[in-house]
């Protein structure tokens, strides 16, 4: 195919430079800030659906809620009343094509929800300050009798590992259990980079 050969018509964007389960990536037709548009169009981007959408009480007319930076995003399925998810969300990035051509390279990974990132930040650092006070116990005991207790040492190494074990495999089962959602935010985020769709369209 030759390089200058209009591709607009048969291509939803540009060929796609990477795509695999954990995300992807892809060159399309469209500048950063028409993209940006489509999405502030496509998604409920107010603090409050993004806030309550993660427990289920979202009450937006959009399918997605999300946020919309300069040249980051982030896109997750609305979670209505009485449903349960909303812990595998799509962050993404734009940024104008390198060879200085109109148009922009859009790059995504799947990850946790902001608010569970931070609560298993917490427990992370829960388990390492556990840890650290059962090593410092260890250590006191040891130099107070002047013998050393191996079940402050076991405790100062068990304890941490295990909290940090049980960190792990939420914040595994948390993204198995909504694997399926990977599929229906990659296929909404190509369907916004379709040159053929009209600008003109209102916002909802």
């Known amino acids: 195919m030759k390089a200058n050969e209009p591709r607009a018509t048969a291509d939803p964007g540009r060929e796609p430079i990477q795509q695999q389960r954990s995300g ?4 399309v037709t469209l500048s950063p800030e028409q993209m940006r548009l489509r999405l502030r169009e496509a998604l409920d981007t107010t603090l409050l659906s993004r806030l309550i959408n993660l427990v289920g009480f979202s009450n937006s ?11 980051t995003f982030r896109i997750e399925t ?98 198995y259990s909504e694997r399926d959602k990977k599929q229906a935010l990659t296929e909404m985020l190509l369907a916004l980079t379709a040159p053929e769709r009209s600008e003109a ?4």
Request: with cysteine; proline share 3%; net charge positive.
């Open 24 to 27: 992807g990536g892809r060159q």
């Open 201 to 204: 369209s209102p916002t909802g």
């Open 61 to 71: 007319r959009k399918a997605y809620v999300g946020r919309v930076g300069r040249s």
């Open 78 to 175: 609305r979670n209505g009343f009485g449903s349960h998810g909303g812990a595998l969300v799509l962050y993404g990035s734009l940024r104008p094509l390198a060879d200085g051509t109109t148009g922009s390279e859009i790059r995504w990974r799947f990850g946790l929800h902001p608010l569970l990132r931070l609560v298993a930040g917490f427990w992370f650092l829960a388990a390492a300050f556990a840890g650290g006070v059962n090593l410092l116990r260890a250590i006191f005991t040891h130099h107070a009798t002047m013998g050393f207790r191996a079940g402050h040492l076991l405790m100062a190494v068990i304890g941490p590992a295990l909290m940090i074990a049980a960190g792990l495999a939420f914040i595994r089962y948390c993204l």
